[in-house]
């Protein structure tokens, strides 16, 4: 399992975003939509990050809000989103599935250090003024320390790199097209990619709800129904707010396609933020 995410994280999703913002024509992308996409993911991203921070009343309580404000604002862009718009507007909106990778790099490099930062601070602070253990009265790094050390993930991270590569190339050859050896290289990884990262995410899952307590389903039950029921809406009242349709028919689909975007669920990688901060 660990060789297949390898596959998919550095090399079949990197070459699917290079090559779709390579060659798209970015005078085509409406930006008035991706600013709606985004600030609706800000606004559940602080919502949540606020409620849980008034409810958890814990050292724990800053660290629980950067978590579950990423589960509510993130979506599984890639695994299900991109095969699932892809198929669905292929006819009718073929740039659609684009927009996946221009939105993905704003979570990933403005709204998720925000709750790395979060998650770290209510790590330090439980760490303190719980009881101390020997393991735990060891030196922590330093508040520069941790800001270089989520710097440094975000440049390091593919799925921001290979956007940023894919629009620097359009930008300075003005969308020309690939050199064929490049090409070809990248449908070869891009072919790969749906399938291996739909099997990737049903191998994921197993066996992660039976081994849930009674009551430890209740939060997670929370963040998703939050995510397919307020952040679509959220989305589409953006998107219609922001008039980002040119004409009735492309304000409609454009509203469809917020709402269905906001109803993708929470990406996997938040098991793997939960477990890495030791939160719930």
């Not at 303190?128 to 330093?142: K, L, V």
């Not at 921001?160 to 097209?177: D, K, M, R």
């Not at 197993?206 to 039950?221: D, H, N, R």
């Not at 709402?259 to 793997?272: D, H, K, N, R, T």
Request: contains cysteine; charged residues 10%; proline residues 6%.
């Amino acid at each position: 399992m660990r060789s297949l995410n390898v596959f998919v994280s550095y090399f079949a999703l990197p070459a699917t975003a290079f090559k779709a913002l390579a060659c798209i024509a970015l005078g085509e992308v409406n930006w008035r939509f991706l600013a709606a996409v985004a600030l609706g993911k800000c606004v559940i991203f602080a919502t949540v990050a606020a409620v849980t921070l008034a409810l958890v009343r814990r050292p724990a309580s800053f660290g629980k809000a950067g978590l579950y404000a990423i589960a509510a604002s993130q979506s599984n862009d890639f695994g299900l989103g991109y095969p699932l718009i892809m198929h669905l507007y292929d006819k009718m909106q073929p740039t659609f599935s684009h927009y996946l990778y221009l939105v993905a790099p704003i979570q990933l490099a403005f709204l998720n250090p925000i709750a790395f930062i979060m998650m770290e601070y209510g790590r330090t602070h439980e760490d303190s003024s719980g009881e101390q253990t020997t393991s735990s009265s060891r030196a922590r790094p330093t508040p520069r320390g941790r800001l270089l050390s989520t710097l440094t993930g975000i440049i390091k991270n593919p799925v921001v790199v290979a956007p940023a590569l894919g629009i620097i190339w359009n930008v300075s050859t003005s969308g020309a097209a690939l050199p064929s050896v490049v090409q070809r290289i990248l449908d070869s990884l891009g072919d790969a990619f749906i399938a291996t990262a739909l099997y990737l995410l049903g191998l994921s899952m197993v066996g992660k709800v039976g081994s849930m307590g009674k009551y430890a389903a209740l939060t997670p039950v929370l963040l998703v129904s939050a995510k397919i029921v307020a952040c679509p809406l959220v989305t589409r009242e953006l998107v219609n707010l922001f008039g980002v349709g040119g004409t009735e028919r492309d304000q409609k689909d454009f509203s469809n396609f917020g709402f269905l975007y906001g109803m993708l669920p929470m990406a996997p990688s938040v098991f793997i933020f939960a477990t890495q901060y030791g939160l719930p």
